[in-house]
Every structure is written in structure tokens, then in C-alpha cells.
């Protein structure tokens, strides 16, 4: 069970391929800050239009029932 530093070295040398750089980080950091602006951009249309939508759908059943009323 003799091992030498070059064996200890190697193996610890393998374990760190495994661990992330700084520059992996930032690269990763970047990709969510772009994935994030995207989902709320789309979070932003959806709810814009479901807004319009939900008008709509007030304004109609409103005259729905105004005319029913009158009627």
C-alpha cells in the first residue's frame, strides 16, 4: 500500500475536473439572467392578453344581461 505523491497527485488532480470555475459560473449566470428575462417577457404577454381577454368577456356578459333585462 505504498503509495507515491504522483499517484496522490493524479487522484486529486481527477477529483477537480468535477468542480465548477469562475468562468463557468459567470457563464451560467449569464444563461439564467437571459432565461429569466425571456419568461418574463412571456409571463408579461400572457397576462396582458388574459387582461383583454377577461374585458372582453365582462363587457359581453354585460350586455348580455342588459338586453335580457330590457327585454
Known amino acids: 500500500m505504498a503509495t ?5 497527485v493524479s487522484k ?6 468535477h468542480l465548477a470555475t469562475r468562468a463557468d459560473l459567470a457563464e451560467l ?13 412571456d409571463m408579461i404577454k400572457w397576462m396582458v392578453s388574459l387582461m ?15 338586453r335580457f333585462a330590457s327585454g
Not at 507515491?4 to 496522490?8: A, G, N, P, Y
Open 4 to 8: 507515491t505523491i504522483e499517484d496522490r
Open 29 to 41: 449566470k449569464g444563461e439564467l439572467k437571459a432565461d429569466l428575462a425571456e419568461l418574463k417577457a
Open 52 to 66: 383583454l381577454a377577461s374585458a372582453g368577456l365582462a363587457a359581453t356578459i354585460a350586455l348580455v344581461i342588459q
Open 12 to 17: 486529486l488532480e481527477g477529483a477537480y475536473e
